[in-house]
């Protein structure tokens, strides 16, 4: 049996599953975020308000970013432990892409060298 994340699909769900939180001020501002960085929760307690806005902005930042790390920090955790694998012929397939898309660029970078080469002797 696979597990549930070892389809790449399942990646989304493993991102907005994900939570981290952190507080400022003796949790009177908190924060709580998912794997994708989307603000969930912004709780101020009331006892905020009489703090200057600059301050109660930069603590709000605060708060955020450290929920963020965090959540990142578990992601990062959760993906070295259980990485995702790619589906059976994926690997083949994306190389095949790969190589036709190089040899594509490698076409357009000749033909544009030949147009510029022609001008040249024009000019």
């Known amino acids: ?3 549930r ?3 790449p ?18 949790g009177l501002v908190r924060v709580e975020v998912d ?8 709780d101020l307690d009331p006892r905020v308000m009489r703090y200057p806005a600059a301050d109660l902005s930069a603590a709000i930042q605060s708060a955020f970013r450290a929920a963020r790390a965090e959540v990142q920090a578990a992601l ?10 790619l589906p ?4 083949p397939l994306l190389d095949d892409v ?8 490698d076409d357009i970078t000749a033909a ?12």
């Open 9 to 26: 699909g399942d990646l989304v769900g493993r991102f907005t599953s994900a939570r981290g939180s952190a507080q400022e001020w003796d």
């Open 98 to 105: 790969g190589f036709g898309t190089q040899r594509r660029l």
């Open 76 to 85: 990062q955790d959760q993906l070295a432990a259980s990485p995702v694998r």
């Open 88 to 91: 059976d012929g994926l690997g």
């Open 35 to 42: 794997g994708t960085g989307d603000l969930l929760a912004l």
């Open 1 to 3: 049996m696979t597990d």
């Open 112 to 123: 544009a060298q030949q147009i510029a080469d022609r001008l040249d002797r024009l000019g």
């Open 5 to 7: 994340h070892d389809r």
